[in-house]
């Protein structure tokens, strides 16, 4: 049987991951993710979950090597993590009562076969109308500075949102299990 690479240092990828209950190792692709000049958020995430899962191609041959890549957009246009307190109550003032959209890419990859199946998934998330108070509060309390979006849904984020519109919650935090599980399924590594 194939090993399972999780090409990705992300805490949160990990502990999504574990959730399949399947044997799997960690480790970074250390690949370059700037964006080309008017690319897509969804051509953007595919491109760069596809180059992750094969830059440990060489590292873990017969493996299954998943990559996986997010970014949110408002209006649009590609927003970044916020990376200070100042610049997340930019952000979250901005998205109060508006939405903003996530694209997740996700890629695996069979090292040894070569073949590559991958895909992306959305999902969009309705915030509801905001004061400074709640946005302040919920930056102390969460320190949300490594989150695109300038929160985490896995925890006190989910207060934020009047609604969210998707196939799989999982999604949100990086890695969607039920498409995963649809490709593991497809190169016979099925988690049941």
């Known amino acids: 049987m194939l090993s399972l690479v999780l ?6 990828r990990k502990q999504l991951l574990n959730k399949l209950g399947l044997p799997f190792i960690q480790d970074s692709p250390n690949i370059d993710e ?18 992750k899962a094969f830059a440990l191609t060489e590292n873990h041959p017969n493996s299954l090597i998943i990559g996986s890549d997010q970014v949110a957009t408002f209006d649009g246009r590609i927003i970044g993590k916020p ?73 006190l984020g989910i207060t934020l949102f009047t609604h969210l519109e998707g196939r799989d919650p999982n999604t949100l935090i990086g890695l969607p299990l039920i498409a995963l599980c649809d490709l593991l399924i497809a190169f016979g590594h099925s988690p049941l």
């Open 7 to 12: 090409a990705s240092t992300s805490p949160y």
């Open 83 to 155: 990376h200070t307190k100042d610049n997340a109550q930019k952000q979250l003032n901005r998205f109060s009562g508006q939405k903003i959209t996530f694209y997740t890419g996700l890629a695996v990859h069979n090292s040894a076969t070569g073949e590559t199946k991958s895909l992306v998934e959305s999902f969009v998330v309705h915030f509801r109308d905001l004061t400074e108070q709640e946005i302040i509060h919920y930056i102390e309390r969460e320190q949300p500075l490594d989150c695109a979006g300038s929160f985490k849904a896995e925890g």
């Open 34 to 51: 700037t964006a080309y000049e008017k690319e897509s958020a969804s051509t953007l995430v595919e491109r760069l979950a596809k180059e």
